[in-house]
């Protein structure tokens, strides 16, 4: 079964010295089917931002050119993809936050949750807080 990648996932792979970097880099070594690891723009813009950010990055913070080499290598390894959006993603979305009562965040981690749903992937992630979405399968590194 193929892995959506969350966006720590792809922080931690493109900056060695995050503090989940060793553990995802090990998981990572013993995934081996090409086409397994999945990337939506989401994820990318948003290991992008971070990346980038010197507020969130400090001495560490990356250029948008070393960003982009980054995400070429992932992308050139061949367990790597890209995808869009699936067809269902707005419906399934949706029906996620719709139970939201007013003053409930409908934040990206909703997004993600339902992107996993609907393409029927395992969502990864460093998050805990993942797990809280009822039929979403979550790895948690």
């Not at 001495?59 to 080499?69: C, K, N, P, T």
């Not at 790597?80 to 949706?94: I, Y």
Request: proline residues 4%; aromatic residues 8%.
């Amino acid at each position: 079964m193929a892995s959506l990648l969350d966006v720590n996932i792809l922080v931690a792979l493109m900056h060695a010295r995050h503090p989940h970097s060793a553990r995802v880099i090990h998981w990572l070594g013993r995934q081996e089917t090409p086409g397994a690891l999945v990337c939506c723009r989401v994820a990318q813009m948003g290991a992008l931002g971070i990346l980038t950010r010197p507020a969130a990055m400090g001495e560490d913070v990356l250029s948008a050119a070393q960003f982009w080499r980054g995400w070429g290598q992932l992308m050139h390894d061949e367990r790597f993809v890209h995808v869009d959006e699936p067809k269902n993603l707005e419906t399934t979305w949706r029906n996620l936050t719709l139970p939201f009562e007013k003053g409930r965040c409908a934040e990206t981690d909703t997004y993600f949750a339902a992107m996993a749903l609907a393409g029927g992937w395992t969502l990864v992630t460093i998050d805990q807080g993942m797990k809280r979405f009822g039929g979403v399968r979550v790895t948690v590194l």
